[in-house]
């Protein structure tokens, strides 16, 4: 179960990066 760690990871990182991707 640790796909699920790294899953969990790599969505909080998006979220926080939330990368300024304005058309």
């Known amino acids: 179960m640790f796909h699920l760690l790294l899953e969990a990871i790599d969505i ?12």
Do not use: G
């Open 12 to 23: 909080i990182s998006r979220l926080r990066v939330r990368p300024p991707h304005r058309a």
